[in-house]
């Protein structure tokens, strides 16, 4: 190192929340109960030390799979918290991400510094180690504001969807008991992303229109529309 | 401090990305020219070490202040990059910022580890040091996808402003040559966060109605889309 910085250094972490869904369950969130002080046998997000040579996604999956038996999860970063005094051992960042997954398809163990882990509804979280309760409402704020602009969680449902399910799958996220039907269809379906496949067999009631998610479609649309904003800004949207 | 952690431990640093807009120009970015090494007279970001007793935002400004002396400006953080191997000093963290300002409002001069300070219109930019390139698109990005779906710049126009005058805002912030006018229009009416104040007076052609951003009107509307939201689920917009 031809450069050399010689004061004192903060230590760096990741810290990962994990969202889980399945159908019918609520929004849940995975912690682990740590094995270890400070905050032994307290609650928290799955998360640790970045060693010196991986870099800082790597660290967040390498301790989640660690910790939690977790793997094969797209994770976003999220924010980077830094206040002085946020851990009792000194100044330590945190650089947090985030998922959202079927929780059915991640089955979890507790190793390493986790004792335990278990998937909690997010409305009914024990008491969580550090700053981790303002980590994670930081993160579902942000998954909150995603659904509403662009479409996610698609790859929860099964390949072949109702509107129905689709709309069960967003009150989930957003957390509220029941949104419009009618905006809600209008709008799903103006994003011209949802193709019809078909209508339902062997129900009882009236069967419901089947429809897949077209990604092919929606990335060709989120390419167009930013193409012909360079061009010629038809289609600017507040 | 009851619990060490001895491993070796990345330094931290902070960037800032400092986006500068006045009436007609094209938008432009705040950069340092570095007074050492590494990347020695080579132009970056303004920003530097996090002493160990700062917040993360607070060592932003400080360095922004010392590098360029530009103060009192709105910071966000942007995004943290730490890929092994950006920085020649061995592991650096950095937690870039951005920010958007009226650079009539904030006089720059040069000083501490800046040789020189300018404003560098984007598409006009010099070789830049370290990942700073990557971390100034990142930021290119986030700003105007922000443009797309809330209410930003409002401060950089005359507290009344007609309509022309805020498209051209817009236009200058996405880089694009010309928006639809109509389109544009009836979408930022339809926020409901413009106030009619009166017409151009002494005008030679036909006088324009003059406008001022509800900023009160805004949060107004956000707070009730929220609780609407909560409660009955009728505003759902994606």
């Known amino acids: 190192m031809p450069y050399t910085y010689d004061y004192p250094r903060p230590a760096l972490t990741v810290d990962c929340v994990i969202f889980g869904l399945y159908e019918g369950s609520k929004l849940k969130v995975l912690l682990i109960e740590r094995a270890h002080e ?33 793997k094969n999860v797209f994770i976003e970063q999220l924010y980077t918290f830094g206040a002085p005094g946020r851990d009792p051992r000194g100044r330590v960042i945190s650089v947090a991400y985030y998922a959202l997954v079927d929780l059915a398809e991640h089955p979890v163990r507790s190793a ?35 659904v509403r ?20 799958l967003y009150e989930t996220i957003l957390g509220v008991p029941a949104l419009n ?15 019809e496949v078909g209508k339902q067999e062997g129900v009882a009631h009236r069967p419901a229109i089947l429809y897949r998610f077209d990604k092919k479609r929606y990335e060709q649309l989120a390419k167009d529309r930013y193409d012909d904003l360079l061009k010629r800004g038809v289609d600017f949207e507040i």
């Not at 030390?49 to 991986?54: I, L, N, S």
């Open 38 to 70: 400070p905050y032994m046998a307290c609650w928290a997000l799955p998360g640790g030390f970045v060693e010196m040579d991986e870099d800082l996604e790597q660290a967040a999956l390498r301790e989640l799979e660690e910790e939690t038996g977790v």
């Open 181 to 195: 039907k009618r905006n809600f269809r209008a709008r799903i379906l103006k994003m011209g992303v949802l193709e």
């Open 112 to 146: 390493s510094d986790a004792s335990k882990v278990h998937w909690f509804e997010i409305d009914r979280l024990p008491e969580l180690a550090f700053d981790h309760a303002q980590i994670l409402q930081v993160a579902i704020n942000r998954l909150r504001a995603k």
């Open 149 to 168: 602009y662009q479409p996610i969680g698609f790859e929860l449902l099964p390949e072949q969807f109702t509107l129905s399910q689709l709309q069960g």
